[in-house]
């Protein structure tokens, strides 16, 4: 990780999630970039160089798992930690967002009041 505030993408295509992450982690010493689907994460997501990477699992045009696809075919951002949002929080489904290569899958609707120790939480995961 570089100096500075942790950057955080998160990719979300539903505009009122996007704003209750955003007030949530605002204030937290995190550099934030908001993207409302994986193609547009994808044009920005190398100008950018996050440090985490959140996605929604279901978006219109690129999907979650389909974003991490595309992210992990990019060498500098193949060992990007990168954490699921999903509704779709059964054990077979996590299981398989696990396999995908995500080092976490955060329920939906996720506390705002947690979501900052969360992302702290999987920094400090993502350094070991």
């Not at 993408?9 to 010493?29: K, M, S, T």
């Not at 409302?36 to 999907?63: N, S």
């Not at 193949?78 to 398989?96: G, H, I, M, R, Y």
């Amino acid at each position: 990780m570089g100096s500075g505030e942790p950057r955080i993408l998160y990719v979300e295509d539903e505009a009122d999630i996007r704003e209750v992450a955003e007030f949530a982690l605002e204030d937290e010493g995190f550099e934030l970039l908001f993207c409302a689907d994986g193609a547009e994460a994808l044009e920005r997501v190398l100008d950018f160089a996050p440090d985490l990477i959140l996605l929604d699992v279901m978006m219109p045009i690129l999907d979650g798992p389909s974003t991490l696809l595309e992210i992990r075919k990019i060498p500098s951002l193949a060992e990007v930690p990168v954490a699921f949002l999903t509704a779709k929080v059964q054990s077979c489904e996590v299981n398989d967002f696990l396999a995908l290569g995500a080092l976490e899958v955060i329920a939906k609707p996720f506390d705002p009041m947690i979501l900052p120790d969360q992302i702290r939480e999987l920094l400090a995961r993502a350094k070991n």
